[in-house]
């Protein structure tokens, strides 16, 4: 029986459905890359030869099927089992909004960028690329994020804060920006280049275990060794303050809930070091009463922060 190209179509088309239905039923599972990668040629190889041909019409358009089934498998071995084994699973979901990942207060994503570059977003924080993205691997940071960057010599990855850029080929590193005047940089591997923007000779390379601040006063600090087996502590919950003041327990304390909070009083001599892992705004400032000699208030998403006379 002869049939036109467009049912000869229709045919591949319904017999690929199958095959591909088939295939989820079958990997009940995980296996690694080079396991599914072998078994996949395996199912094409036993097919290929079990088909009988009856003349060279008929050949083309078995073995023309097939050239579908196997790209669409190398699809599923290739990209589809690195974003779904790698991918970490994140505590939420980001939100995409055209070109934009966006954190809601007390939010932390984990997400792939479209060239396989992975993102860990922090609370309250905002990453963008550009359209003509990963050809053009150019992103904007407004928060704290930590990047792992596949290495492209030919296409650096840059991320801009403010006026501040930084450059990198293929390396993991935090970058800390959420506001345009203040920036921290802590490289995990690999090498990664800070510059101003506004002053070219203002730039820094930085090495694994390195890490640098900038303010558009003072410009680059002087870079410092840190342990990269220790990662941020956002990645984890965490809430840590060393040595902080009033006004970073202040600001911290916003980024990680949605409240709205007036520190009353002198609190210059207010500096607190401390740990919490999934507490309350209510058990933090508890604490931090004691430390501090301080008193709050509470009253729905407004917060009062009195700091009392040192005795």
Not at 55 to 82: Q, T
Not at 110 to 115: E, G, K, Q, Y
Not at 174 to 180: E, H, I
Not at 270 to 297: D, M, P, R, V
């Amino acid at each position: 029986m002869l049939f036109s190209k467009k049912e000869q179509s229709r045919f591949q088309l319904e017999e690929l459905n199958q095959w591909y239905n088939s295939l989820n039923e079958e990997v009940t599972k995980p296996m690694d890359s080079t396991q599914l990668k072998l078994q996949a040629w395996e199912s094409i190889s036993n097919e290929i030869h079990s088909v009988k041909v009856l003349d060279r019409n008929e050949k083309k358009i078995v073995f023309g099927s097939w050239i579908w089934k196997a790209a669409i498998l190398l699809i599923i071995c290739g990209a589809g089992y690195k974003l779904f084994t790698n991918l970490p699973e994140p505590t939420e979901k980001a939100k995409l909004v055209a070109g934009a990942y966006i954190n809601d207060i007390g939010k932390v994503s984990a997400f792939l960028l479209p060239d396989g570059s992975k993102v860990w977003l922090s609370t309250g924080s905002k990453l963008e690329y550009a359209e003509d993205f990963p050809s053009n691997r150019k992103v904007s940071l407004s928060g704290e994020a930590f990047f792992e960057v596949i290495r492209n010599p030919e296409s650096p990855f840059k991320i801009m804060t403010g006026a501040v850029a930084t450059e990198v080929l293929g390396t993991s590193f935090n970058l800390k920006s959420y506001n345009q005047s203040e920036v921290e940089l802590s490289v995990y591997s690999g090498r990664v280049k800070l510059s101003d923007q506004q002053s070219k000779l203002d730039s820094a390379i930085l090495l694994m275990g390195e890490k640098i601040s900038w303010t558009a006063q003072a410009g680059l600090s002087e870079p410092e060794l840190f342990d990269v087996a220790e990662l941020p502590d956002w990645r984890l919950g965490k809430i840590t303050f060393d040595n902080a003041s009033i006004e970073v327990i202040q600001s911290t304390l916003k980024r990680w809930y949605d409240v709205s909070i007036e520190v009353q009083g002198n609190g210059t001599n207010c500096h607190y070091s401390g740990e919490f892992q999934q507490a309350s705004l209510e058990q933090i400032l508890e604490t931090l009463s004691y430390a501090l000699n301080l008193t709050y208030k509470i009253n729905d998403a407004n917060v009062t922060i009195r700091v009392n006379p040192s005795e």
